[in-house]
């Protein structure tokens, strides 16, 4: 699961950096910008992920508290992050 998980965020990580280099796109009545920035502050939120995931699963292991349910935790949590990156406040 935790492969799985690894491979959603790294597909994503691509898509917010091969998604191309454009003018700041506001949408939903100014709530939501996607901008420069952004993106970059997106790439380190995934990056801090895939990494959590990949130092995490050793120590999971040992602990014998490996479940499916901390890899979708993550996910879930970076996806909030992603959202809250490009809130327009």
């Keep these: 699961m935790t492969e799985l998980a690894v491979a959603l965020l ?6 917010v950096i091969l998604g191309g280099h454009k003018a700041a796109g506001v949408v939903f009545d100014d709530a939501f910008i996607d901008d420069r920035f952004g993106d ?3 790439s380190l939120a995934l990056v801090g992920s895939i ?3 990949l ?6 292991r040992r ?5 499916f ?3 979708i935790l993550v996910v ?3 996806l909030g992050m992603l959202i809250l ?3 327009n406040a």
């Design 10 to 15: 790294g597909a994503a990580l691509v898509a």
């Design 40 to 42: 970059f502050m997106k």
């Design 51 to 53: 990494v959590t995931l």
């Design 55 to 60: 130092m995490s699963g050793d120590f999971l």
């Design 63 to 67: 602990s014998g508290v490996d479940k």
């Design 69 to 71: 349910e901390f890899p």
């Design 76 to 78: 879930l949590a970076t």
């Design 85 to 87: 990156i490009s809130a």
